[in-house]
């Protein structure tokens, strides 16, 4: 659904997982930039793994993760 050098909006789909012939929309809670995808159309995902490097471009994000790791 998304490509490298992308920009998303919280709440946006970025890639769709199949699971038990069900789609599952896998969606950010940051707007930003695609930095990375970790896994490409048909690779096996296991539960927790990373699948996108996402660019923050909202402050106040930052200032909430900045936060979180005092």
Do not use: P, R, W
Not at 52 to 63: G, H, Q, V, W
Request: glycine share 8%; proline share 0%.
């Amino acid at each position: 659904m998304v490509s490298i050098d992308d920009i998303v909006s919280e709440g946006q789909g970025l890639l769709i997982i199949e699971a038990m012939k069900t789609e599952i929309l896998v969606t950010t809670n940051v707007a930003g930039k695609v930095l990375k995808l970790f896994h490409k159309n048909g690779d096996i995902v296991d539960s927790g793994d990373i699948v996108a490097a996402i660019e923050c471009l909202t402050t106040s994000y930052l200032s909430l993760y900045t936060d979180l790791s005092l």
